[in-house]
């Protein structure tokens, strides 16, 4: 696919939903509200890909940070930001990685294309593309903000003020 549908795709397009709009008006109770049966919050899932958003970037500077040994260890603790500044400053974080990404899907070939080292035994055994690994964080948005979009649903908060889908 072309760098234009990379880029799109990064805040949202078609059944993408844009990450920013889903986001920009959440409220810092809403973000920190667990729905009952499900394992984390809006923030939780905000900082989890923020996590990951950091640590790609990292390695695809040539400096990543140690592969996490679980998985818990790339979410936040806790339900959620104690004061609205916390919040705002996770969203501010967010929009801030999301717009390196949209940097690097605006580079030359050249730099799409180069090679980026593993990390972890199970990403040595094949070496990963720049495109690649943003092509990897879209994936990993959407399916995180799908998430997001369903806990906004559940507590009756969406759509958001700027509009979505509403199925």
């Known amino acids: 696919m072309s760098n234009e549908t990379l880029q799109e795709l990064l805040y949202g397009k078609g059944a993408h939903v ?3 709009v889903c986001l920009e008006d959440v409220p810092a109770p809403l973000a920190g509200r667990k729905l009952d049966g499900y394992p ?3 923030w939780q899932i905000v900082g989890h890909m923020n996590y990951w958003m950091e640590y790609e970037l990292k390695r695809i500077a040539g400096a990543p940070p140690p592969y996490p040994e679980h998985a818990i260890e790339s979410w936040p603790a806790g339900h959620g930001p104690a004061q609205e ?3 705002q400053e996770a969203l501010a974080r967010f929009k801030g990685l999301l717009g390196q990404l949209v940097q ?3 580079s030359d ?3 799409l294309r180069r090679n980026v080292a593993g990390t972890h035994e199970g990403s ?3 070496s990963s593309t720049v495109q690649a690994i943003v092509w990897q964080m879209v994936a990993h948005n959407s399916y995180h ?3 997001i979009a369903l806990l906004r649903r559940a507590f009756g908060a969406w759509p958001p003020r700027r509009g979505s889908d509403t199925w």
Do not use: C, F, M, Y
């Open 18 to 20: 844009d990450p920013i």
């Open 40 to 42: 984390h919050s809006i």
């Open 85 to 87: 500044a916390a919040w």
């Open 104 to 106: 690097l899907s605006e």
């Open 109 to 111: 070939t050249d730099v």
């Open 124 to 126: 040595n055994a094949r």
């Open 145 to 147: 903000v799908g998430q």
